[in-house]
């Protein structure tokens, strides 16, 4: 029993910190990690074993497969093609990078996505005389919904595909539709909402229009290697299931192929790529939350949780869908996914395996439009804002959150709308 | 030890009646043609002397010449002290009222360098040079420099800047551009109204607020047919204080601090300019030039 409270009171505790940032969040669940072995909550070899390096190895991947492809200004050039398809029409430019925002999510990391196409963004949005504000705003957006469509598009898919077994192709036929209509509806919303406040004159759109895209592409020849690996691992990620092939295997067979591709196979720049903070992050994380498992935390919560729902899947799946979004609006989506896996297993030992599928696409769209909630709902968000603020526009809390809190409504109001007729009908 | 222990009384010229920068010289070789054997002629050592002071940079604070140059096969230190009744104005119009000629080995540069700086200090101290330009004989000036040391090792004060130019946090970047640009220096360290270092500024940092943000993540912007360069740090010139763009002064030196550590840093920290601090208070600056003009091309 003194083991149960200590292992709750310090991973509440986590989930507090973690949330108010008052600590970085690696350094506290590794902290929470090494107390539960340190007090025998947990054994190391169980620790250990409870790491699930499917996640880990499909995220080193992606994480060096991106680091090699943005050196060469593949996703500039992209962005600024995209600004002079839409001939410097602001409104068109804004939801254009904010779609082409969702698919790059879709494929790769959100954070690295907003890195890459928001200074561009502030760019153009400066060159046409308006306040960068809208833009931002709307990329962060369209990148979590964006990265809601795929496996690989946001980590808490990752985890739910990596723990519950399903497929890339699970992901697309599942997930996929939800996000597309959420992103078609987005779209509408924004253009709605900024049609009439951002017009430019014709000597505006002229400079957009001068822009020299080609001047971008800072290296041709990687260019082409990683357009190539890129495309040839998401074709490895739609048909991994066919082949009975893990992500992670797919993501370090695309890693190792690019790096193979680069002429001067610099492995240490390549491994620096990697984000080995958010890697042990994770690490941490999957200790922390098996220690609940093992002390039948877990077990008890999901009882708890049937009881409510009285084992009504429908009713659960909707109920779900709205905790999880609104509760990744304000902490990381990260460890509550996390935290929820296991849970829902449990469910699932109780109504059967596959009965439960539902709950899983809930859980992921909940937590990923959730999100776009508050300014803290995602990391993209809060990165955004802060290359926003670095460039001298300050984007506040209440600024960000009026438009993501509205499209989490609609969005969550969508899904809900999805789930019902898909699976409960 | 002590400077008077390097020097040869008998080649110390004072009151001398040269009137040119090659009679000086010719002077103090005749002298050291007379006490070492070496396998050069004169005119060959004279004509080493001269080519190196066409590189220029050996006239010192005050007027003092250091002509010199590095011999083959000899392995001592000489000096040779003209001071001329009158000051000689060379062929590029410089006045000088001393020379302190220097044969010195090929390739050590140690005890050379010490001895140089110690002149150099002497060329500093106003009140001691003009007491050692006016000594009446030889043993006037061993007099006058007989508290003077050679330091076991060249420090930091042997080549830095001493006048430090500065800013103060609170003044613009209008007031920094106009003092870079009026001085032709590229770095001053920012200071407290007690001359304490509190922080450093150089021209990078001033470039760094024409570049925005989002520029710099975009990491190339020539895709842009126009961009007008350094709008916004024109327009707030007068607006943004110096504390806006300083950074913390992280690597500083120390009077006493070695050649050796001071070109440590500089290489691993590729920096340019480090500020020279003593008890907290600002005494000086040492640029990558001084290495260069004061070390490698002493």
Known sequence: ?425 | MKLISILDRDCIYTQSPVTTKEEAIDLVLHQFAARYKVKQQTTEMKHAILEREKLGGTLLENGMAVPHARLEGFNDLFIGIVIPQNPVTDESGAVITSFIVFLTTKSGTSLYLKTLAAFARVGMNTALYSRFLSSPDRDAVIETLKDLYVEKELTVKDIMSPEVLSVKPGQTIKDLINLLYKHRISYVPVVNDGKELIGEVNINDLLKIGIPNYAVMIGKLDFLSHFEPFEELLNNEDKIPVSHIMRKADSTLLPGTTIIETALLMTKFNRRHLPVVENGKIVGVVSFMDLLSKVLRA
């Open chain 1, 1 to 425: 029993m003194v083991h149960i409270i200590l292992a709750v009171v310090i991973f509440v505790l986590a989930f507090v910190v973690i949330s108010f940032e008052w600590m970085n969040k690696t350094i506290i669940v590794l902290l929470g990690a090494v107390v539960y072995l340190l007090t025998g909550i947990l054994s190391q070899h169980r620790a250990f074993e409870s790491v699930d390096w499917n996640v880990i190895f499909l995220l080193v991947g992606m994480m060096i497969i991106v680091g090699i492809s943005r050196e060469s200004g593949m996703f500039q050039y992209i962005a600024v093609k995209a600004a002079k398809i839409a001939k410097g029409e602001p409104i068109r430019i804004l939801l254009l990078l904010s779609v082409i925002t969702a698919i790059i999510s879709a494929v790769l990391d959100n954070v690295t996505t907003i890195l890459i196409i928001t200074p561009v963004s502030i760019l153009i949005a400066i060159e046409l005389g308006l306040s960068p504000v809208p833009f931002i705003i709307s990329n962060a957006i369209a990148s979590n919904i964006g990265g809601t469509a795929t496996l690989i598009g946001d980590p808490p898919n990752i985890l739910i595909g990596s723990a519950a077994g399903f497929s890339f192709a699970d992901f697309i036929v599942n997930v996929a539709p939800a996000a597309g209509i959420a992103l078609a509806v987005y779209a509408l919303v924004f253009y709605l909402l900024f049609r009439k406040k951002l017009k430019v004159s014709r000597e505006q759109k002229a400079r957009i229009m001068d822009f020299d895209e080609m001047k971008t592409i800072t290296d041709r020849g990687l260019l082409i290697k990683s357009v190539s690996v890129i495309v040839l691992t998401v074709v490895g990620f739609t048909l991994h299931g066919v082949f009975h092939l893990e992500p992670a295997t797919i993501a370090i067979a695309g890693a190792v192929l690019l790096m193979i591709l680069t002429r001067e196979h610099d492995v240490d720049r390549f491994f620096k790529e990697v984000e080995w903070g958010t890697i042990f992050f994770f690490i941490g994380l999957f200790i922390l939350v098996e220690g609940l498992v093992e002390l039948g935390v877990v077990e008890f919560l999901a009882a708890k949780s049937l009881e409510i729902t009285k084992g009504d899947l429908g009713r659960t799946s909707i109920l779900l869908l709205w905790v999880s979004g609104v509760f990744s609006a304000f902490v990381d989506n990260i460890p509550y996914v996390a935290t929820m896996i296991p849970l829902i297993k449990n469910i699932g030992q109780q109504m059967g395996e596959h009965a439960i599928d539902p709950l899983w696409w809930s859980l992921s769209l909940g937590a990923c439009f959730g999100g776009n909630g508050t300014l803290i709902g995602a990391s993209a968000n809060v990165v955004g804002a802060g290359i926003a603020q670095k460039s001298g526009y300050n984007i506040s809390f209440l600024e960000f959150t009026k438009y993501g809190a509205l499209m989490t409504v609609i969005t969550l109001v969508i899904a809900s709308g999805y789930m019902y007729l898909r699976y409960f009908l």
